[in-house]
């Protein structure tokens, strides 16, 4: 994502006055030679323009004639674009983050509904409803190994994958350390939800 044209055309005619490229009391280019030297229409011009007279950087006059009147105000307003190309970019890696998440969520739930559906180690646990559960510091299993807290034995569930921040670690290694902040993704009756709280915080 990139900002609109016209105001990427403010922001460089704004540093042309900072840098005194243009003077205060100049008369720059009118719209048609502007659109020329930025290879861009007149009307994207008249945007860029607006932009710079909304913040007192030019004034236009009835005559339609461009005077800067401020360089002072150009470089305050060369200040504030810097944090709205900061919320820009910050926006795109959301979006990006996002359709990751999106693509991780996705790849979970196959692999989720295939493990329901195909594993023989589930075969006797019925109904299949998957839950999450988020270990917090004091979970007594913080810093265990799955191997070493027999949680199918001692809940009767099954943890059939480990969600730890962007990732999703799908039939964890038994020598898999739980860390605080982990999501342990289990399958089991409605009935062992209770037996899993109980366990994880005993």
């Given at each position: 994502m990139s900002l609109p044209?016209?105001?990427?055309?403010?922001?460089?005619?704004?540093?042309?006055?900072?840098n005194k490229e243009f003077s205060i009391g100049d008369k720059i280019s009118g719209r048609t030679l502007l659109s020329?030297?930025?290879?861009v229409s007149?009307?994207?011009?008249?945007?860029?323009?607006?932009?710079?007279?909304?913040v007192n950087v030019l004034s236009v006059s009835q005559g339609k004639e461009v005077e800067v009147i401020s360089q002072k105000q150009a470089f305050l307003f060369l200040t504030n674009q810097?944090?709205?190309?900061?919320?820009y970019s910050l926006k795109q890696e959301l979006e990006m983050l996002l359709k990751e998440k999106e693509k991780?969520?996705?790849?979970?739930?196959?692999?989720?509904?295939?493990?329901?559906?195909?594993?023989?180690?589930?075969?006797?646990?019925?109904?299949?409803?998957p839950f999450e559960i988020e270990l917090?510091?004091?979970?007594?299993?913080v810093g265990k190994s799955l191997k070493s807290i027999?949680?199918?034995?001692?809940?009767?569930?099954?943890?059939?994958?480990?969600r730890r921040e962007k990732e999703v670690y799908i039939a964890p290694d038994p020598n898999e350390l739980l860390k605080t902040g982990d999501r342990l993704v289990i399958v089991g009756s409605q009935e062992?939800?209770?037996a899993v709280n109980d366990f994880i915080y005993s």
């Open positions: 044209i016209y105001q990427s055309i403010a922001i460089d005619i704004a540093r042309r006055i900072v020329a030297h930025y290879g007149s009307e994207t011009i008249r945007k860029a323009i607006a932009i710079l007279k909304e810097k944090e709205v190309e900061l919320t991780i969520d996705l790849r979970f739930r196959k692999v989720t509904n295939d493990i329901i559906n195909y594993s023989d180690r589930l075969k006797n646990i019925n109904p299949y409803n917090t510091s004091n979970c007594s299993i027999n949680f199918r034995q001692n809940t009767g569930s099954l943890i059939i994958a480990i062992s939800l209770q």
